[in-house]
């Protein structure tokens, strides 16, 4: 089998404990299914700056660039909230993204059933919620320029955020999603404000227009995205695949986070263009939760958002999507046997730590 680098990067926090869930898992594979992973190791975020003074270094960027795919953990902490804000911690993230040219974000929302019950909302709103959000992460009104605030010298001030996206902005992210779409229910729904923004009129169009012209089997609808809010809320159940611009993306994909539960089961992959040789992507896989500093060293983080986000590298990167779904299997299978982390169980219950959980959905993914 064909070798398939990983560049890893766990980071700060309890980056390096759920990362090493992860390791354990490569290793059972590399040595029970020949998997053939590679991995180097690398620094980012705080512990980067520590060692180099700044939140990744020129030599992990490069090992990054020429990975298959970047492993990512969290980074930040107390420790280095007054350092200088270019070698913030955050900064080798963003670094990431924009030297690996992410511009696609997928955020998967799913309800284990063994959870549903934990939901803020009722269980039969949320029990075998499976839905994709795709958000355009390089572009739109976090990037638009002008951005300022302008002394209007009356004792006035100005704040000015510009949202902006050209055509083949949209058109890419409209592609990834459509792409995703087929290997699921074949359903997107495109979210934007057509009816007050100009960028909003925009989307709707390239969207209608790249579903004509390469996607017209996929089933294609739009929402205005206040109303995707809602019925997000109401009836998750009717979504599959979601794609919508920075700022939309940001919020509906944390409120569409919250309907399954807690921080430590969320995973995220960040997806480039396809290379025009090889047809490979660059990609970073990371979970949604940060470092975690309250519970650092315990041995008590989730791995799970991890280890999920792994099995999303395994789909996107190395098209072992069998592998992937036994592993998502793996998780609920573990999480059906009652295993529960502190931060998915309920109060009395009986808790496991991060290595214990790692190694039950190891095992399981074993057979
Ligand atoms: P956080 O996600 O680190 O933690 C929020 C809460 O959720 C905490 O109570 C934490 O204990 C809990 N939690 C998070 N992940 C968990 C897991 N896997 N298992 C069990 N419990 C879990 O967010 P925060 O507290 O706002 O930020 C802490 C630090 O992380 C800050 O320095 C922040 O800048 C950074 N951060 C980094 C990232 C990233 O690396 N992508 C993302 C968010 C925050």
């Not at 029970?32 to 960027?61: N, P, Q, R, W």
Request: proline share 4%.
């Amino acid at each position: 089998m064909a070798s398939k680098k990983l560049f890893l990067l766990a980071g700060d926090g309890i980056g390096p404990e759920a990362m090493a869930e992860v390791k354990k898992l490569i290793s059972a594979m590399n040595r029970e299914m020949d998997a053939g992973f590679e991995t180097e190791e690398g620094l980012v975020g705080g512990c980067a700056y520590d060692a180099h003074g700044k939140a990744i270094s020129e030599a992990d960027m490069a090992r990054a660039l020429a990975a298959d795919a970047v492993l990512f953990g969290a980074v930040g902490g107390p420790k280095w909230d007054t350092v200088a804000y270019d070698v913030r911690p955050e900064a080798g993230l963003l670094r990431l993204r924009k030297d690996l040219e992410l511009f696609a974000n997928l955020r998967p929302a799913i309800c284990y059933p063994a959870l549903a019950g934990s939901s803020s909302l009722k269980r039969e709103v949320v029990e075998g919620l499976d839905i994709l959000i795709v958000r355009e992460l390089t572009g739109g009104v976090y990037f638009g320029e002008p951005k300022e605030i302008v002394d209007l010298g009356n004792g006035q001030k100005r704040a000015i955020d510009t949202q902006v996206y050209d055509t083949f902005e949209i058109e890419r992210i409209g592609a990834v999603a459509f792409e995703l779409a087929r290997t699921r229910s074949n359903k997107v729904c495109s979210m934007e404000k057509n009816n007050v923004m100009k960028s909003g009129v925009l989307w709707k169009e390239v969207v209608a227009a790249t579903h004509r012209a390469r996607y017209a089997d996929v089933e294609l609808s739009h929402m205005l995205a206040d109303a995707g809010g809602m019925q997000l809320v109401r009836w998750p159940k009717q979504f599959d695949v979601i794609v919508t611009d920075n700022l939309f993306g940001d919020m509906l994909s944390d409120v569409a986070a919250m309907l399954t539960g807690s921080l430590g089961m969320l995973p995220s992959a960040s997806l480039g263009s396809p290379d025009p040789l090889t047809g490979k992507r660059k990609a970073l896989y990371e979970p949604v939760h940060g470092s975690a500093p309250d519970i650092t060293g315990q041995g008590v983080a989730n791995p799970i958002a991890m280890i999920a986000s792994f099995a999303m590298c395994l789909r996107y990167s190395f098209a072992m999507a069998p592998e992937a779904d036994r592993l998502e299997a793996a998780i609920a299978a573990v999480l059906d046997d009652g295993l529960r982390t502190s931060d998915i169980a309920p109060p009395g219950a009986a808790r496991v730590g991060t290595a214990a959980m790692g190694d039950a959905i190891i095992g399981k993914f074993l057979g």
